[in-house]
Structures are given as structure tokens and as C-alpha cells.
């Protein structure tokens, strides 16, 4: 992956959509009917103060509903309280990283308009030293589906404001690097001007995904759940120890699993004991009952200070 760290660094490509048409459509009238519709159906009390959403990042047919219940949140935020910049915390499918990157692109083109990249914020993170953060090249950018699939739909509820984002990828992570790289961007995560989504599926089962652990007395699909839940209780509790040593133990295919617990280093140990962590929406693709099924889970949540 090529990478620059320089104070001279200038944005390089725009991002193109090249999972329109694919995993969401790409006519622009249809996905905002799309996405109109999975808001409407997505019943969630309001917040105030909102710091970070959980979102997931499958196709929309599969897990278009559940981002609306975090994209509804954001939307009726957005309508009472203004933010300057959106961190997308996502993870790396297909290429293997052992640290995080930040988006070389100027602009992220999206069927329902472009979203502009925070340039500046992007300058400050490339200052950070120990560990340094590297730059995206175009084509590791426009691979990764789980930054893309958040576009859309942030382009459709911020649209007619000044928000710009910045995507970080959070790739392959030793424990010890979440910590880093958590602590490194505890003081932007921080600023009150900031909200960040962090894109994220939960398990994955099924013996395309090489992972099929079961419960003794109970169906599969329920085993799911409540393993899903086990990660998501600790999360809330926002303690990156609990969570790590969760997903040692159960090993339980997380995708987005780096980018949390970037995130969680980056709030565990703020002064303000006020963040709470809360999950409003849990789903799965299918309900698994025999091993020659599979699933993908998807959840949705919110931090915000109370």
C-alpha cells in the first residue's frame, strides 16, 4: 500500500462508486426511495449529543434496515445540532494491513452527490507519530466495500449542510496497536465538532466463512444472538480489555472488530464518564438452523453523552 506522511500531501483521486449498481443501486432516484423508506421504518427515540454510531455495511437489501435505525438517529440530530466533520472507522477485506490509513481522495462520488473529504483533519492525523498513520491508494480505497456502503446514506442525511468526512481503514491489528492508534485519536474523537461512524457486520456463520461453533440445546441462530450480545454488552461498556479477550475466546468473526476497539482505546479512558453506549437494532440475514446454512449479523448503535 503506498503511503505518505508528509506535511506536502495532496489528495490524489476522487473516490469513485464502484459499488453502485451492485451491492446498492445506483440509479439516484431509487436508492433515495431505498433509503427513504428503511428511515421511515425505523422506529428510535431521539438523542442528543450524539458522538458515534455503529453501523453495518452489507448490501442494502441485507442490511439496509438496520443502518437506518443509526442513520435515523443522525438525521434527527443533525436537525437540532450542528457538527463540522464524520470519521468512518472501516475496516480492510482485501488487503492486508498492520496499521490504519486514511482516505487520499479529495472527494467520495456517491449516486446522490459527492461528499467532500476533510483535508485538514486528514493533515493533522498525518502528523501522528508512533504509530503513523499511512494514505490510501485509490484502488485499495475503491475496493473496500465498508467505507463505500456508508456513503449513501450519509449523503442523503447530511445533504444541504457543510459536512465533510474522513474514512480511516483499521486493518489487521495487534491488541497492543488498537491502543495506539485509539490514543492517537482520542483528542479528535473528542472535539465536539466530530461524530464518528464505525462501519461494522457482526458474525459471520457458516462454512463459507469457516466458522460454525453451536450451542448444545439450542438453535443456531439463537446461539448467534446471544454471542453477538456477550460482544455488544462489553462494547456498551465501552472496555477494550473485556472486548478483546471476548474475541479471543470466542473467536467470533467481527469483522469490523479493529475499528471498534480502535475506537473503544479512543473513549475508554476519556474524563467524561457521561458517554454511554447504547444498541438499538440487531438483525441477522438469515435464521440459521442447520450447518449447511449461513448468516451475517448486523447491529446499530449509538454513543452519546447524557
Same mark, same amino acid.
Given at each position: 500500500?503506498?503511503?505518505?506522511?508528509?506535511?506536502?500531501? &495532496?489528495?490524489?483521486?476522487?473516490?469513485?462508486?464502484? /459499488? *453502485?449498481?451492485?451491492?446498492?443501486?445506483?440509479?439516484?432516484?431509487?436508492?433515495?426511495?431505498?433509503?427513504? @423508506?428503511?428511515?421511515?421504518?425505523?422506529?428510535?427515540?431521539?438523542?442528543? %449529543?450524539?458522538?458515534?454510531?455503529?453501523?453495518?455495511?452489507?448490501?442494502?437489501?441485507?442490511? $439496509?434496515?438496520?443502518?437506518?435505525?443509526?442513520?435515523?438517529?443522525?438525521?434527527?440530530?443533525?436537525?437540532?445540532?450542528?457538527?463540522?466533520?464524520?470519521?468512518?472507522? /472501516?475496516?480492510?477485506?482485501?488487503?492486508?494491513?498492520?496499521?490504519?490509513?486514511?482516505?487520499?481522495?479529495?472527494?467520495?462520488?456517491?449516486?446522490?452527490?459527492?461528499?467532500?473529504?476533510?483535508?485538514?483533519?486528514?493533515?493533522?492525523? !498525518?502528523?501522528?507519530?508512533?504509530?503513523?498513520?499511512?494514505?490510501? @491508494?485509490?484502488?485499495?480505497?475503491?475496493?473496500?466495500?465498508?467505507?463505500?456502503?456508508?456513503?449513501?446514506?450519509?449523503? /442523503?442525511? =447530511?445533504?444541504?449542510?457543510?459536512? &465533510?468526512?474522513?474514512?480511516?481503514?483499521? $486493518?489487521?491489528?495487534?491488541?497492543?496497536?488498537?491502543?495506539?492508534?485509539?490514543?492517537?485519536?482520542?483528542?479528535?474523537? *473528542?472535539?465536539?465538532?466530530?461524530?464518528?461512524?464505525?462501519?461494522?457486520?457482526?458474525?459471520?456463520?457458516?462454512?463459507?466463512?469457516?466458522?460454525?461453533?453451536?450451542? %448444545?440445546? =439450542?438453535?443456531?441462530?439463537?446461539?448467534?444472538?446471544?454471542?453477538?450480545?456477550?460482544?455488544?454488552?462489553?462494547?456498551?461498556?465501552?472496555?477494550?480489555?473485556?472486548?478483546?479477550?471476548? !474475541?479471543?475466546?470466542?473467536?467470533?468473526?467481527?469483522?469490523?472488530? /479493529?475499528?471498534?476497539?480502535?475506537?473503544? %482505546?479512543?473513549?475508554?479512558?476519556?474524563?467524561?464518564?457521561?458517554?454511554?453506549?447504547?444498541?438499538? %437494532?440487531?438483525?441477522?440475514?438469515? *435464521?440459521?438452523?442447520?450447518?449447511?446454512?449461513?448468516?451475517?449479523?448486523? *447491529?446499530?448503535?449509538?454513543?452519546?453523552?447524557?
Amino acid at each position: 500500500m503506498g503511503s505518505s506522511t508528509s506535511q506536502s500531501f &495532496k489528495s490524489a483521486y476522487e473516490r469513485s462508486a464502484l /459499488h *453502485a449498481g451492485s451491492w446498492y443501486d445506483a440509479d439516484p432516484r431509487s436508492l433515495r426511495t431505498t433509503l427513504d @423508506e428503511n428511515l421511515a421504518r425505523a422506529e428510535v427515540e431521539s438523542f442528543d %449529543n450524539v458522538r458515534a454510531l455503529i453501523v453495518p455495511h452489507a448490501g442494502y437489501r441485507y442490511s $439496509g434496515p438496520t443502518a437506518a435505525f443509526s442513520y435515523k438517529i443522525l438525521q434527527q440530530f443533525l436537525s437540532r445540532q450542528a457538527i463540522r466533520t464524520i470519521l468512518v472507522l /472501516h475496516p480492510a477485506h482485501h488487503v492486508y494491513l498492520q496499521g490504519c490509513a486514511v482516505s487520499g481522495a479529495s472527494r467520495l462520488q456517491t449516486p446522490l452527490g459527492d461528499l467532500v473529504v476533510d483535508e485538514d483533519l486528514r493533515q493533522q492525523i !498525518l502528523l501522528v507519530e508512533d504509530p503513523a498513520f499511512s494514505v490510501m @491508494e485509490k484502488s485499495v480505497d475503491e475496493d473496500e466495500h465498508s467505507g463505500e456502503m456508508q456513503y449513501p446514506y450519509l449523503a /442523503h442525511v =447530511i445533504a444541504g449542510r457543510d459536512i &465533510k468526512v474522513l474514512p480511516i481503514m483499521c $486493518g489487521s491489528l495487534e491488541t497492543v496497536k488498537e491502543k495506539l492508534f485509539g490514543e492517537n485519536l482520542r483528542a479528535i474523537i *473528542a472535539r465536539p465538532e466530530i461524530c464518528t461512524i464505525i462501519s461494522s457486520d457482526f458474525c459471520h456463520w457458516g462454512s463459507r466463512f469457516s466458522y460454525q461453533p453451536t450451542g %448444545n440445546s =439450542i438453535p443456531i441462530h439463537q446461539f448467534i444472538e446471544e454471542m453477538d450480545r456477550k460482544g455488544m454488552d462489553l462494547i456498551q461498556l465501552k472496555d477494550p480489555g473485556a472486548f478483546a479477550s471476548y !474475541l479471543k475466546e470466542t473467536r467470533n468473526t467481527i469483522c469490523g472488530q /479493529h475499528a471498534i476497539a480502535v475506537w473503544l %482505546n479512543a473513549v475508554s479512558a476519556t474524563t467524561d464518564s457521561n458517554l454511554e453506549v447504547r444498541f438499538v %437494532n440487531y438483525a441477522q440475514s438469515s *435464521a440459521v438452523t442447520s450447518r449447511k446454512e449461513s448468516s451475517v449479523s448486523y *447491529a446499530a448503535a449509538v454513543a452519546f453523552v447524557k
